[in-house]
């Protein structure tokens, strides 16, 4: 069975601009949850979703966002990048809310 | 304080070594817990899955939990240079509808040949 998948593996953009990464879940897994891992906060939860809904919500500005699809997709959006934002972002995935989470490979970040 | 400490490291040890790695947390809501191993550039591998306290051996892995220390840990026997990685502790309550997990800053292990 194929694992999670992340589009793209790397990006680099500048300040300023928007970026949209993209998870695909191991098939049958319905949950999809996003960190955001950098050297010195480490391993961070930014939302879960679950049939299309977010589920939960880490500590992250507004400029974070997401969506699910129909067929467990998942994109995150974060518009008006900072130097900050720099980073792995990894997407993990679950059979259901309560299962364990599986990782991808992660979508590495450079803001400029 | 965070929620989750664990020793950055970096820790080297010889092959053939046993490796301990700990964590300890704040949270007495925490009741799953688990170990992670994550490779250079690569996305965390899930290695050991624990509910509420006692003991999980896997192969050359053993992991224990004991909830009245709030203290988990994590053992490799016999450890090879392919266990070379940084090693993530998290865990997560049982309360709400959302597993999320909090995770501990990794410790780095290097096994010297």
């Known amino acids: 069975k194929a694992g999670v998948t992340q589009t793209p593996r790397y990006l680099i953009k500048t300040r300023g601009q928007q970026v949209t990464l993209s998870c695909s879940p191991i098939s049958g897994h319905r949950s999809v949850s996003w960190y955001q891992q950098t050297p010195g906060q480490g391993l961070q939860f930014l939302f879960e979703y679950f049939s299309e809904t977010q589920r939960n919500k880490g500590n992250f500005p507004g400029r974070f966002s997401g969506r699910q699809f129909s067929n467990s997709r998942s994109e995150m959006n974060v518009s008006t990048l900072e130097l900050g934002d720099s980073a792995l972002y990894l997407c993990?995935?679950?059979?259901?809310?309560?299962?364990?989470?599986?990782f991808g490979p992660g979508t590495r970040l450079l803001v400029l | 304080q965070k929620e989750v400490e664990q020793d950055p490291g970096p820790l080297s040890v010889p092959e053939g070594a046993i490796v301990s790695l700990n964590c300890t947390y704040s949270?007495?809501?925490?009741?799953?817990f688990m170990w992670y191993r994550q490779y250079s550039r690569k996305g965390p591998e899930l290695l050991m899955y624990?509910?509420?306290?006692g003991n999980k051996e896997d192969g050359r892995f053993t992991a224990q939990v004991d909830k009245s220390s709030k203290y988990i840990s994590l053992f490799i026997r016999d450890s090879q240079p392919s266990d070379s990685a940084t090693y993530l502790c998290?865990?997560?309550?049982?309360?709400?509808?959302?597993?999320?997990?909090?995770f501990g800053s990794g410790t780095q292990l290097t096994v010297l040949p």
């Open positions: 998290a865990m997560s309550s049982s309360s709400g509808s959302a597993r999320q997990l909090t």
């Open positions: 624990t509910y509420s306290s």
């Open positions: 993990a995935s679950s059979l259901g809310l309560q299962e364990t989470q599986y």
């Open positions: 949270n007495s809501a925490f009741q799953y």
